[in-house]
């Protein structure tokens, strides 16, 4: 696969991503998308590539809720060759952008 369909495949997945989001009542902000999006680019050249993650301490991950989880574990599923931490990674962006429902205004900045 070459640079030009990771790309387009990444993109088609974050779309996907973030309606399964938004059908959790889920709202990533413009700036979590873009970083989401580049997460997944790059999970999408991994599942191709073969390369793997770095070792990971996986108490990092207690706080994220379990319904962020299930859902990066979806994610996941939609790519094949993934390491399992690879959820985990992904669910911090989940994570974060769930918080923006007690949050409204979290990950929107202006520079002035």
Request: proline share 4%; with cysteine; hydrophobic share 40%.
């Amino acid at each position: 696969m070459d640079d030009a369909q990771i790309i387009e495949l990444g993109l088609s997945l974050t779309e996907r991503a973030i309606a399964l989001l938004n059908s959790h009542a889920i709202y990533p902000d413009s700036l979590q998308k873009k970083m989401l999006e580049t997460h997944i680019k790059a999970m999408v050249w991994r599942s191709f590539s073969g390369e793997s993650l770095p070792e990971l301490d996986m108490e990092m991950f207690d706080e994220i809720s379990p319904i962020c989880f299930t859902l990066a574990e979806q994610v996941c599923r939609w790519m094949e060759n993934l390491a399992y931490e690879e959820a985990h990674l992904l669910s911090v962006h989940f994570e974060v952008a769930k918080e923006n429902e007690l949050n409204p205004t979290a990950g929107e900045t202006t520079c002035q």
